[in-house]
């Protein structure tokens, strides 16, 4: 007999309230926090999920906050983009945290943008694990964990308005 055990992992346990983390982030009330997590790379498309973002607050959402939270190689690049779109009062880059299972519990949305082969990505797997809304591009493993639009949604991997459109 043969049996397949994908990946596990251990999320730690939240130990800090949504409400507290939200004042912590100076987030508003009545806002939608969206999140990713993983890290700062090319490979991980966080370019593409910024214009998705610029697309969202273009058509008029002013009441969003956008937490993507990593470390890596490209970090310098993505906080110019955020930059050069006058984004930075709409989306914060934050380094990764021992605990992420406390980012997870303030996040509405949870959207993984890798635009070259991703397994079974933990952060995917971590976000659904914690009840979050995902959104995910369609490669790799990724539509191994996502049914679109049964468990999660899938958009084209590096176009950004299809994810725009996805997260409207």
């Not at 982030?25 to 009545?30: K, M, T, V, Y």
């Not at 468990?151 to 950004?160: H, Q, R, T």
Request: hydrophobic share 40%; with cysteine; proline share 4%.
């Amino acid at each position: 007999k043969v049996g397949v055990l994908v990946n596990t992992f251990d999320m730690k346990p939240v130990t800090i309230s949504s409400q507290m983390m939200r004042q912590k982030l100076r987030i508003p009330e009545g806002y939608l926090v969206i999140g990713s997590v993983g890290e700062l790379s090319t490979r991980k498309g966080h370019a593409i999920f910024i214009e998705a973002i610029l697309k969202l607050v273009s058509s008029g959402e002013q009441r969003v906050r956008v937490l993507i939270i990593g470390d890596g190689p490209e970090k310098s690049e993505l906080k110019q983009m955020i930059a050069r779109h006058r984004l930075e009062e709409f989306i914060s880059l934050i380094p990764f945290s021992d605990n992420i299972s406390n980012y997870y519990n303030v996040f509405d949305l949870y959207i993984h943008t890798s635009i070259e082969f991703d397994d079974l990505p933990f952060a995917v797997r971590e976000a659904m694990s914690m009840g979050l809304p995902t959104i995910a591009s369609n490669i790799g493993g990724i539509p191994e964990l996502i049914c679109d639009d049964h468990n999660g949604l899938l958009f084209e991997s590096g176009d950004a308005q299809d994810l725009s459109a996805k997260i409207a």
